[in-house]
């Protein structure tokens, strides 16, 4: 049996990759390095339909590459723990998000509250009216009163960006967690 690389995502301690088989059986493959000499590796079977609704096409919109960053990596971190795979693009400003938005159906937005004189919360109209699938919507500011705006427009979750750390997480309902 040959297996052909579908998906890789690499961390620096942990590395999962999705296959899939010559007779079209898909398989994820996590590495966890323990050691300088130990590496622990997991096998899971998983059927098509199930890593195609496990996947999410997520666009972070922030005009930081420190703070695209930290989010990206809260995704990145909570991936495995909440079985999904993911696509993560990038905007700067509103105007390369429409155009994202234009391109792409998106499971996750995630918007900053300010990015220099435009306010992520002013996208949520156009998000509203070219999103045929109604995505997750995220406000990710360290400005409450960015937060409380934007959850009036219409985005459904909020994190402040002091509280995203290296050992937190998210789950599935878009909360904070520790990491276990």
């Given amino acids: 049996m040959y297996l052909f690389i579908f998906f890789n995502h690499i961390t620096s301690k942990c590395s999962t990759v999705f296959f899939k088989s010559s007779n079209n059986k898909y398989y994820i493959i996590k590495l966890k390095l323990v050691n300088a000499f130990k590496i622990r590796i997991y096998v899971t079977l998983k059927t ?28 990145k971190r909570s991936m495995y723990v909440n079985g999904w795979s993911m696509t993560i693009i990038f905007a700067l400003c509103l105007e390369e998000a429409k155009v ?55 985005a459904h979750h909020a994190i402040v960006k002091d509280t995203i750390t290296k050992d937190v997480r998210i ?6 967690i520790p990491m276990v």
């Fill in 171 to 176: 789950n599935k309902q878009f909360v904070l």
């Fill in 100 to 154: 994202c938005l234009h391109t792409h159906q998106f499971d996750i937005i995630t918007l900053d509250g300010q990015m220099g004189l435009e306010f992520g919360y002013d996208l949520i109209p156009f998000i509203e009216e070219t999103q045929t699938k109604k995505p997750d919507i995220i406000m990710v500011s360290n400005h409450e009163k960015s937060i409380a705006i934007g959850l009036d427009r219409g």
């Fill in 48 to 75: 098509k339909k199930y890593l195609m609704s496990n996947y999410k096409t997520i666009l972070i919109v922030d005009d930081c590459f420190l703070d695209q960053q930290l989010v990206s990596d809260l995704f």
